[in-house]
């Protein structure tokens, strides 16, 4: 039996609904609204045509529990920024495929073992992204296979450096957020022994 009670109705009324742009990777939509509080306003909604991808690969390293993140600049922030592997996912591809193709693009790692823990939406106000976090164990290290746009640095972070990092504003990506924590609660209820 589930604590959280039955969905109620959507409140949201679609009156119509316009393509204002598209390309290979995303679309922006335009649609005319009658919003929960009976007015009538104009909603956009940006659908990305690739669902998301992370993979937090996990090892224990001279007994310290740590996780392989990579930075790079990211262009929408300008800044660089440090993340689990992810990536985009076509429309045909398997989730876990792509993830397990992300772990060895941009960290040279291939996974023995490849765990669900959750999906995410990353920005559920402003876009239908929708993607999928794995926990990869059994680690073996090897060359990154990046593509001509990518300059990613791979590096092995202590699990409780990782997090600090979160609390102190250094790690910011929603996808590597949830997965770190998603990782320390399954460390700390023996789940990664």
């Known amino acids: 039996m589930s604590i959280f009670p039955k969905d109620p109705p959507n409140p949201w009324t679609t009156k119509s609904s316009e393509t204002l742009f598209d390309n290979p990777w995303s679309r922006l939509d335009a649609h005319a ?6 007015k009538d306003s104009t909603y956009f909604v940006t659908h990305f045509h690739n669902r998301a991808c992370g993979v937090v690969p996990y090892e224990v390293r001279d007994g310290v529990p740590g996780v392989w993140l990579v930075g790079q ?8 920024s440090w993340e689990l ?10 989730v876990a495929m792509a993830a397990r193709r992300e772990l060895k693009e941009e960290a ?6 490849l765990t669900w823990l ?12 929708w993607g999928q976090v794995f926990l990869a164990t059994g680690l ?33 990506d929603a996808i590597t957020v949830a997965g770190l924590y998603r990782t320390e609660l399954m460390r700390l209820s023996g789940a990664l022994d």
């Not at 609204?33 to 009976?38: F, I, N």
């Not at 001509?148 to 640095?153: C, F, K, S």
């Open 33 to 38: 609204v009658t919003g929960p509080d009976g």
């Open 73 to 80: 600049t990211r262009f929408t922030l300008g800044r660089y």
């Open 85 to 94: 592997p992810e990536g985009g996912v076509p429309q045909g591809e398997d």
């Open 108 to 113: 040279g790692i291939e996974a023995d073992s």
């Open 118 to 129: 959750f999906d995410v939406h990353t920005s559920n106000s402003l876009t239908d992204e």
């Open 140 to 172: 073996t290290h090897g060359a990154s296979d990046l593509e001509g746009t990518e300059d990613i640095t791979a590096l092995f972070v202590p699990l409780k450096d990782a997090l600090a990092a979160i609390v102190d504003g250094r790690i910011t």
